[in-house]
């Protein structure tokens, strides 16, 4: 079993940039970043397998980067370029694996984290 604690999560004006952390107690072969706003579905919108392989949304394509440090099981997403609409809670999830551009797509996380709030003011 993996427990991961997001952090990083806080209040900042549109345009400014934030990184979130993910602290994974074990190691995952497949990791992400979802999000999910008041009265709207969970969006996945970033993810990254142990092949170095990233996928994210359109909705955040060019301004959200995904990594890992592996020495630390730490998984990061710098957001740059904040937008209102990014207003979210923001969960950090793990495993199974998801080796193909495919299985990132269909990707349907085991683990969860407890979340961070971030809050996009304009």
């Known amino acids: 079993q993996v427990q991961l604690v997001e952090s990083g999560g806080g209040s900042v004006q549109a345009g400014g940039s934030l990184r979130l952390s993910c602290a994974a107690s074990?190691?995952?072969?497949?990791m992400g970043w979802f999000r999910q706003a008041p009265g709207k579905e969970c969006e996945k919108i970033a993810v990254?397998?142990?092949?170095?392989?990233?996928k994210y949304a359109d909705s955040v394509k060019a301004r959200f980067t995904i990594s890992k440090v592996n020495a630390n099981n730490t998984l990061y997403l710098q957001m740059n370029n904040l937008r209102p609409e990014d207003t979210a809670m923001y969960y950090c999830?793990?495993?199974?694996?998801?080796?193909?551009?495919?299985?990132?797509?269909?990707?349907?996380?085991?683990?969860w984290g407890q979340g961070t709030q971030l809050t996009v003011s304009s």
């Open positions: 074990g190691y995952s072969a497949c």
């Open positions: 999830a793990a495993d199974p694996a998801c080796l193909t551009s495919y299985a990132m797509e269909i990707w349907s996380p085991t683990y």
């Open positions: 990254l397998n142990n092949r170095g392989m990233t």
